[in-house]
């Protein structure tokens, strides 16, 4: 049973571009949440999909946006590039049911220079 | 501001101890609780969840819930070097965004 995958696992980009994350559930899940996690810090939640649609928003800047495709993969997009984007950015996904447990994907560290 | 808070530690246990970790929320709405844990470098690792006030165990591990102290802990019986780790408390007052603290990093000793 395959768990939560995202890839790239590392990626370094420039200051000012764009790039894209993808993350596909655990089999079974189709709610998809994604986290960025700064050195030191706890997750702190970006947004969450489900049914192709957002339904809650995090404390995050418009450059973060997303996308979740009928077979419930997602993907997470940051435009404009700020070296305080760097971070290790989580997908986490669960079933139907809103209260039950999230799992995390091992995570894409990003490098913003 | 909703806040989840943990002291960041190092809580430093030896081995055979038991380690308690300790979380308060400041939500009074959130509902269910999660602990994970995270090793250097990895991606959290859900441990328990706990949603009703009392304890709940699996295996080495039990979760305590007061909601009306705002209160969640986490025991860890017969700690394991390999139990070292950064243990992430987390609340949810709508299923849907995990709200996290910064972490307890554990530190047990042989």
């Known amino acids: 049973d395959a768990g939560v995958t995202q890839s790239p696992t590392h990626l370094i980009k420039t200051r000012g571009q764009q790039v894209t994350l993808r993350c596909s559930p655990k089999?079974?899940?189709?709610?998809v949440s994604w986290y960025q996690q700064a050195l030191g810090q706890g997750p702190q939640f970006i947004f969450q999909?489900?049914?192709?649609?957002?339904?809650q928003r995090g404390n995050f800047p418009d450059r973060f946006s997303g996308h979740q495709f009928p077979n419930y993969s997602s993907e997470l997009n940051v435009n404009a590039l700020l070296l305080g984007d760097s971070a290790l950015y989580l997908c986490a996904s669960k079933g139907r049911n809103v209260w039950t447990e999230a799992f995390f994907g091992q995570g894409t560290r990003l490098t913003v220079v | 501001q909703k806040e989840v808070e943990q002291n960041s530690g190092p809580l430093s246990v030896p081995e055979g101890a038991i380690a308690s970790l300790n979380c308060t929320y400041s939500?009074?709405?959130?509902?269910?609780f999660f602990w994970y844990r995270q090793y250097s470098g990895k991606s959290p690792e859900l441990i328990m969840s706990i949603y009703s006030n009392g304890d709940k165990e699996d295996g080495r591990f039990t979760a305590q819930l007061n909601k009306a102290s705002q209160y969640v802990s986490l025991l860890i019986r017969d700690s394991q070097p390999s139990d070292s780790a950064t243990y992430l408390c987390?609340?949810?007052?709508?299923?849907?965004?995990?709200?996290f603290g910064k972490g307890t990093s554990l530190l047990v000793t042989p």
């Open positions: 089999s079974g899940h189709d709610t």
């Open positions: 939500d009074r709405v959130s509902q269910s």
């Open positions: 999909y489900y049914e192709e649609e957002e339904r």
């Open positions: 987390a609340a949810s007052n709508s299923g849907y965004a995990l709200n």
